[in-house]
DNA sequence: AATGAATGAGCCTTCATTCAT
DNA sequence: AATGAATGAAGGCTCATTCAT
C-alpha cells in the first residue's frame, strides 16, 4: 500500500509485459535482458533491479501468461449455463483475431521446449493443465446431474477435450494457411462429441 | 561407390544422430557445437567440416526427425488393410516406450518455438503434416469407397485427425504421470469417432 | 558537461590511444580485441561497450592518426611565413625522433594494405590527401603571389610535393640503416625545387 | 632435369603465381590456404606438399614479386643508351596498363605492413632497394662519364630517385582518379631533374 | 530508484596444419 | 604426388550479471 510497493508492483508488470512481447515476437532465446528493457522503457540496470536474472523474468511471463489464459478460460465458460456450450466455450480461446491471446502461442511453445528438461517448469505446465482440466470438469459433472451428459469418466473426458484443444490450436496457430476457423471450431465440437459419447464414457 | 562419398553420408549421419541425442536431452538453445562434437565422437572442426553452422545441423536434424516419423506413421498404416485400423495406426506413434519415437517430443517443441519465428520452417512444417494428411485422407477415402466411412470432406477430416492426434501425444509426453496411455488411446479412438460422424462431415 | 558524455569520450581516446600502439607495434592483423583491452587498461567487454567491433576500432586510430598528421603538418606550416619554408616544413614529419609522429608509418602501411580493398578506405584516404595537398596549394599560391614562385599548376605541383615526401619518408623508414635523415632533408629540397621550376610548371 | 625436380619447379610456380593473384585481389590477410590452393586448381594438401606452411608461400611471392619488378627495371633500362633515359625508364614501371606491374602494389603494401614487424622481411626489402639502386648509380655514374651528369654523390641520387619513384607510384596507384598519368611522369622528370642538379650533388 | 559502465564467461566460426590413404 | 578428412588453437562477438554512482 505504501507507494514503494505500489511502483513495485507496477514495474514488474510493466517489465513482464515486455518480456512476453518480446518472447513472443522473437524466441526467449533470441532477445536480451537489453531488449527487453528497451521495450519496457527502462534500463537494463532497471530490469535486474526487479528481477535477478533473465531467467526469473522469463518464468514470470510464463506464470504470468498461464494465468492469464486460465481467468479468461474460466471467464468464457461462466458466460454459459448449458454445459455443453461450457465445454465449447473453450473453443472462443482459438482466438479468431484476440491478440492477447495469439500471443501465447509462440510462448507456449517456448515453454513447452524448456519443460522437457527442466522440471520446475513441468510442474507449472501440470499446474496449469488440472486447473484447466478442472474447469471442464466441472462441467461435465454438472451436465451429468442435469441430463445432458452421460459421462462415467469425467476427468479422463475433461483431459482429453483440453488436450484436443490444444491440438487444435496449435495447428490452426502454426499453419493458419491451410486451415479455416471454421474447421477449427467445427473439429473442435465434432471431437468434443465423441469424446462425451465414446468408449472412455461407457462404464 | 567411392568410399569418399560413402564415408560423407556416415558422417553427416553420425553428427546428425548425436545433435540429434544431444538436442532432444538438452534443448537447442542449451547444446553447442563442441557438445555434438563430443556426442558424435569428433571434434570440433571435424563436425564443422561437414556442416558449415550449428544452424545447418539443427535443420538436417529436424528434417532428419521428420523423416523418420513419416516413415513410421506410413509403415504402421500399412500394416492394416481395414480404412479404420489405418487411421488408428497413427496412434503407435504414442510410442510406448520406443525411443526413437520419444526422443523426438523436445525437438518438436524445440522446431515450433522456432518455427514462430523463422518462416523456413513454417514451410518445413508445412510440407510436413501436409504429408502426413495425404496419408490419413487417402485411408479415409478408402474407408468412403468400401462403405466404411462416409465423409463428405476427407481433407478437414484429415487434418483434424493429425490435429487431435498431435494434442495428445504432446500432452501425454509432458504430463506423463497424469495420463495413461490407455487414455491416450481410447482417447484418440473416440475423437476420431467423432470426427468421421460428425457435422465436417454432413453434406 | 555531463560526465558520463566526458567519460564516453575519454574511454573512447583511451582505447584508440591502446589500439594505435598496438597495430603500431604488432599490426593490425596480429593484434587481438584482447590485447587491445588489456594495453588500455580494460576488459574485452570493456572495449566493445565502446566500439562494437574490431574494424570500428581500427577505423578510428586511422581516422585519429589521419587527424593528428594533418594538424601537425598544418602546425609545422604555419610556422613559417615564406612559402619555401612552408613547403618544406612538411620534411620535419620525417620526425627525428618524434614518437608520436614514427609510430604511424607501420599503422600508415596497414592502412594501404587495406585501401587496396575496401572502397571506405580509399575514400578516406583520397580526403586525406586532398587536405594535405590544400595545404601546400596555398602555399605555392602565396609564392606565386610574392613572386617567390612561378608555378602555372599549383595544383598538379603541390600533389608531386606531397606524393614525393611520402616516397622519401617510406624509404627513411623502413631502411632507416641506409638512409641518414640528413639524406631525406635534402633530397626533399632538391626534388621540390625540381617540381616547382620544372616542366609541370611551364604553361 | 628429372622429370620428378621438373615437376616440382612448375608445381610451386604454379602455387606462387595462384597466391600472388590471390594477394593482390584480396590482402595476404583475407585469403587461406584453401583459396590460394583453389585459385591454383590444386588442393589444400597439395599446396601444403610444396610448402611448408601459409608464411612460406607469402614469402615466396614476395621474393618472386620483387624478382619480376626488379628485371623488368633491369630490362627497361637497357633499352636506353643514354643515362638521362635509362633514369627515366623507370617511370615505364607506372605501368600503365601493365596487369603484371600494377598486380604488384597491393603485395607491396601488403610485404611493407609486414616489415614492419618482422626482421627478415625488412632484410629482403633492404636487398631489394639495394640492387635497384644499384641500376640507377650505375646510369648516374656512365653519366657522369660521359659528361651529361655531374653528381658529386651517385649513391644518394640515386636512392633518392627510387625514393621518389616509389611516392609517386603509390600515390597514382591509391588515387588514380585524381592524377593523371602524365602528371605522374612529368612530376617524376622534374624532381629527377632537381635531384641530379641540386645540393645533394653540390661538393 | 534507476542508470549504464564494466566484466568475463561462453560460443560460434575460421583456418593453418597434420596425416592417413 | 595429391587429396581432403580431421584436429584444435585462436579470436571476435554476445550478453547475463555485477556494481558504483
Known amino acids: 500500500m505504501s507507494s514503494n510497493a505500489q511502483r513495485e508492483v507496477l514495474r514488474?508488470?510493466?517489465?513482464?509485459?515486455?518480456?512476453?512481447?518480446?518472447?513472443?515476437?522473437?524466441?526467449?532465446?533470441?532477445?536480451?535482458v537489453e531488449s527487453i528493457a528497451k521495450a519496457a522503457g527502462l534500463s537494463k540496470g532497471g530490469v535486474t533491479h526487479y528481477f535477478k536474472s533473465k531467467d526469473d523474468i522469463c518464468e514470470a511471463v510464463f506464470q504470468s501468461f498461464f494465468d492469464f489464459i486460465f481467468q479468461r478460460s474460466k471467464h468464457n465458460i461462466d458466460l454459459y449455463s448449458d454445459p455443453l456450450s461450457k465445454l465449447l466455450s473453450?473453443?472462443?480461446?482459438?482466438n479468431w483475431g484476440d491478440p492477447d491471446v495469439s500471443t501465447g502461442y509462440p510462448l507456449l511453445f517456448d515453454f513447452m521446449a524448456e519443460a522437457c528438461h527442466k522440471e520446475s517448469y513441468r510442474a507449472i505446465?501440470?499446474?496449469?493443465?488440472?486447473?484447466?482440466?478442472?474447469?471442464?470438469?466441472?462441467?461435465?459433472?454438472?451436465?451429468?446431474?442435469?441430463?445432458?451428459?452421460?459421462?462415467?469418466?469425467?476427468?479422463?473426458t475433461a483431459k482429453a477435450i483440453s488436450a484436443v484443444y490444444h491440438g487444435l490450436a496449435v495447428r490452426w496457430y502454426l499453419d493458419r494457411d491451410s486451415h479455416s476457423t471454421q474447421w477449427t471450431i467445427t473439429s473442435f465440437t465434432d471431437a468434443i462429441n465423441g469424446l462425451l459419447t465414446g468408449s472412455l464414457n461407457k462404464i
Chains 1, 2, 3, 4 share one sequence.
Not at 12 to 32: F, P, W
Open 125 to 156: 505446465f501440470h499446474e496449469w493443465v488440472n486447473n484447466w482440466v478442472a474447469l471442464l470438469k466441472d462441467a461435465i459433472i454438472e451436465g451429468n446431474n442435469d441430463g445432458t451428459f452421460n459421462c462415467s469418466d469425467p476427468d479422463a
Open 12 to 32: 514488474r508488470a510493466q517489465i513482464v509485459d515486455a518480456a512476453l512481447r518480446e518472447i513472443s515476437a522473437k524466441g526467449m532465446n533470441n532477445i536480451t
Open 90 to 94: 473453450f473453443g472462443w480461446l482459438y
